[in-house]
C-alpha cells in the first residue's frame, strides 16, 4: 500500500469564470503583485496595486472607497521623511524627492484607478496581514510605515467583525456604482513572521474568517484558496524563498495553475499556450538575425500573431506584433 506524503484537496471551478476581455482590478499584498504579473503577462486587461503594495484590509478598503470619491490627493495629504514626500495611504514606489511628484505619481495612479473601478468586471482583493498600524498622534491607520521609527506607531490586531464591516460599507457602494462587478478574495500565503509565528496564524485566522463570512452573504464574491494551497498542499519550506517567509517560483507557479483551471473561462484556459509559445518565441536569440532561416522563423510567428488577433481581437498582442514584424 503507497503512502500520500501530501494532502491535495480539489480546487472547485467557480461558477462565472474568468474571460479575456474582462477587466480586472487587483488590489492587496505582494502576493497579488505576483499574480497580477501573471495575468498581464499573458495579456489579461489587469490593474494592480494602484496604491502600491496594501496588507492589512482597512487599507485596502479605505483605497477602493478613495476611488469611488475620485479623491485627488494634495501636500497637506503628504509628509517629509529621509529626504522623500510619501503618503500615509501609499507604497513607497509613490515616494519622490519632491511633493509635486510624489503627488503627479499618486494622482496619476489614482484617475485611472477611479475610472477602472466604475467599469470593471473583476476586482480581486488579497489580503496579507490583520495586524494595522496607527498614529500615535492621531490615531490614524497608515497603508506603509515608510520606515518611520516604530515608537511613532500603535500596532493593533482587527477583529473579524471589523474587517467585515469596512468591507460590507465599501461593497455596498461599489455594487450601486458597478451593478456588474464581482470580487475575488484570496488570503496570502506569506507568512508575517515579524509579528511573531502565534501572531501570524492569529492574523490569518481573523482574514479566512471575515471573508467566508462575505462570501457566503454575497452571490458575487468568491474565494480562491491560494493561502491553502501553499500552507496545507504544499506545506514543505522547499517552496518558499531563502527568507522561509514568500512563496517562490515553484510555488507560485502551482498557485497559478490551480487559479488557471478553476478561475479562467475554457476559451482563457486554451490561449494560454498559445500566448507562451509566442513569448518564448520572443526569447530566441538567432546567431544570424538576417539568416533565411531566422527571418521564416519570424514570418511563421507573425501569421501565428495575425490568427490570434483575428479569432480573438480583444487580445492585446501589439509587442508580439511589433516584435515578428519590425525585428
Given at each position: 500500500?503507497?503512502?500520500?506524503?501530501?494532502?491535495?484537496?480539489?480546487?472547485?471551478?467557480?461558477?462565472?469564470?474568468?474571460?479575456?476581455?474582462?477587466?480586472?482590478?487587483?488590489m492587496?499584498?505582494?502576493?497579488?503583485?505576483?499574480?497580477?504579473?501573471?495575468?498581464?503577462?499573458?495579456?489579461?486587461?489587469?490593474q494592480?496595486?494602484?496604491?502600491?503594495i496594501l496588507?492589512?484590509?482597512?487599507?485596502i478598503?479605505?483605497a477602493?472607497?478613495?476611488y469611488?470619491?475620485?479623491?485627488?490627493?494634495?501636500?497637506?495629504?503628504?509628509?517629509?521623511?529621509?529626504?522623500?514626500?510619501?503618503?500615509?495611504?501609499?507604497h513607497?514606489?509613490?515616494?519622490?524627492?519632491?511633493?509635486?511628484?510624489?503627488?503627479?505619481?499618486?494622482?496619476?495612479?489614482?484617475s485611472a484607478a477611479?475610472?477602472?473601478?466604475?467599469?470593471?468586471d473583476?476586482?480581486?482583493?488579497?489580503?496579507?496581514?490583520a495586524h494595522?498600524?496607527t498614529?500615535?498622534?492621531?490615531?490614524?491607520?497608515?497603508g506603509?510605515?515608510?520606515?518611520?521609527p516604530?515608537?511613532?506607531?500603535?500596532?493593533?490586531?482587527?477583529?473579524?467583525?471589523?474587517v467585515?464591516?469596512?468591507l460590507?460599507?465599501?461593497?455596498?457602494?461599489?455594487?450601486?456604482?458597478?451593478?456588474?462587478?464581482?470580487?475575488?478574495?484570496?488570503?496570502?500565503?506569506?507568512?508575517?513572521?515579524?509579528?511573531?509565528v502565534?501572531?501570524?496564524?492569529?492574523?490569518?485566522?481573523?482574514?479566512?474568517?471575515?471573508?467566508?463570512?462575505?462570501?457566503?452573504?454575497?452571490?458575487?464574491?468568491?474565494?480562491?484558496?491560494?493561502?491553502?494551497?501553499?500552507?496545507?498542499?504544499l506545506?514543505d519550506?522547499?517552496?518558499?524563498?531563502?527568507?522561509?517567509?514568500?512563496?517562490?517560483?515553484?510555488a507560485?507557479?502551482?498557485?497559478?495553475?490551480?487559479?488557471t483551471?478553476?478561475c479562467?473561462s475554457?476559451?482563457?484556459?486554451?490561449?494560454?499556450?498559445?500566448?507562451?509559445?509566442?513569448?518564448?518565441?520572443?526569447?530566441?536569440?538567432?546567431?544570424n538575425?538576417?539568416?533565411?532561416?531566422?527571418?521564416?522563423?519570424?514570418?511563421?510567428?507573425?501569421?501565428?500573431?495575425?490568427?490570434?488577433?483575428?479569432?480573438?481581437p480583444?487580445?492585446?498582442?501589439e509587442?508580439?506584433?511589433?516584435?515578428?514584424?519590425?525585428?
Open positions: 500500500m503507497m503512502n500520500n506524503f501530501r494532502l491535495t484537496f480539489p480546487v472547485e471551478p467557480i461558477s462565472t469564470p474568468i474571460q479575456y476581455p474582462d477587466q480586472l482590478l487587483l492587496g499584498s505582494c502576493f497579488a503583485e505576483e499574480i497580477g504579473a501573471r495575468l498581464q503577462q499573458f495579456h489579461f486587461d489587469a494592480v496595486n494602484p496604491h502600491g496588507y492589512n484590509p482597512i487599507s478598503t479605505e477602493l472607497q478613495r469611488l470619491d475620485g479623491k485627488q490627493y494634495t501636500t497637506e495629504d503628504l509628509f517629509l521623511h529621509n529626504d522623500l514626500w510619501h503618503s500615509w495611504d501609499h513607497s514606489r509613490f515616494s519622490a524627492l519632491s511633493a509635486e511628484e510624489t503627488l503627479l505619481n499618486i494622482n496619476t495612479a489614482a477611479a475610472e477602472r473601478i466604475e467599469k470593471a473583476w476586482l480581486f482583493i488579497t489580503f496579507g496581514s494595522a498600524y498614529l500615535k498622534d492621531n490615531n490614524r491607520m497608515v506603509n510605515c515608510h520606515k518611520v516604530s515608537s511613532s506607531f500603535n500596532k493593533k490586531l482587527l477583529s473579524p467583525q471589523d467585515i464591516t469596512a460590507d460599507n465599501m461593497m455596498h457602494r461599489l455594487f450601486f456604482r458597478n451593478k456588474n462587478i464581482k470580487i475575488m478574495f484570496t488570503v496570502s500565503p506569506v507568512r508575517y513572521v515579524r509579528d511573531g502565534v501572531e501570524n496564524n492569529l492574523s490569518k485566522a481573523v482574514l479566512l474568517q471575515a471573508v467566508h463570512h462575505l462570501v457566503n452573504k454575497f452571490n458575487r464574491l468568491f474565494y480562491f484558496p491560494a493561502y491553502e494551497l501553499v500552507l496545507d498542499d506545506r519550506y522547499r517552496f518558499y524563498k531563502d527568507d522561509l517567509v514568500h512563496p517562490n517560483e515553484a507560485i507557479n502551482y498557485v497559478w495553475e490551480h487559479f483551471n478553476s479562467l475554457p476559451e482563457g484556459q486554451k490561449l494560454l499556450p498559445a500566448i507562451e509559445d509566442l513569448q518564448r518565441a520572443m526569447l530566441h536569440r538567432p546567431f538575425p538576417k539568416s533565411p532561416q531566422h527571418q521564416q522563423f519570424l514570418q511563421t510567428y507573425a501569421k501565428k500573431t495575425r490568427v490570434l488577433l483575428e479569432q480573438h480583444y487580445l492585446r498582442l509587442k508580439e506584433s511589433a516584435y515578428f514584424n519590425l525585428y
